[in-house]
């Protein structure tokens, strides 16, 4: 009897918290119901771009790089998070958790190397393309 008495009322301020926050949002949208403007213009139901019309559709092929990019930038976030609550938790893991973090960063350079070694990084044209391209260019042939 007396464990049912103790979880209602801890209990109670959850539901207290959450019928503030359902009536805020209510009161936030019925606001801006009220208070908003109505207006029909030809842009209305248009994306906004910054004030560029927009040209054409929004159905664009982006570069397979650009998905690379993405998955690159998901996965070393969320190691990210792994690492920060590896710091949080540091007095209690001690140095067992210090090497554990340790091999884990060692494997996400292992990772970013293979990528860079692969071309997963590559996104322009080589470098040396670029300056032997130069030379040629910049190179007169009565010079020699």
Same mark, same amino acid.
């Given at each position: 009897? &007396?464990?049912? $008495? &103790?979880?209602?009322? #801890? #209990? ?24 908003? &403007? ?8 248009? =994306?906004?771009?910054?004030?560029? $019309? ?10 397979? &790089? @650009? ?6 930038? $998901?996965?070393?976030? $969320?190691?990210? +998070?792994? +690492? @920060?609550?590896?710091?949080?938790? @540091? =007095? ?15 494997? #996400? ?13 590559? @996104? ?5 393309? +670029? ?9 007169? =042939?009565?010079?020699?």
């Amino acid at each position: 009897m &007396q464990e049912s $008495v &103790q979880n209602t009322t #801890l #209990l109670w301020p959850m539901v207290v918290y959450g019928a503030i926050v359902l009536s805020l949002v209510l009161l936030i949208l019925g606001l801006s119901y009220v208070l908003g &403007q109505r207006g029909n213009a030809r842009a209305t139901g248009e =994306p906004y771009e910054g004030g560029i $019309v927009s040209a054409g559709g929004a159905r664009i092929r982006f570069s397979s &790089q @650009f998905y690379m990019v993405a998955m690159m930038f $998901v996965i070393f976030d $969320v190691e990210t +998070i792994f +690492i @920060f609550s590896w710091a949080i938790a @540091f =007095p209690e893991l001690g140095w067992y958790g210090y090497f554990g973090v340790l091999v884990f960063i060692a494997m #996400l350079v292992v990772v970013l190397v293979y990528e860079w070694r692969n071309g997963a990084l590559d @996104f322009g044209p080589d470098g040396k393309k +670029i300056l032997a391209a130069y030379k040629r260019l910049t190179h007169k =042939p009565g010079l020699n």
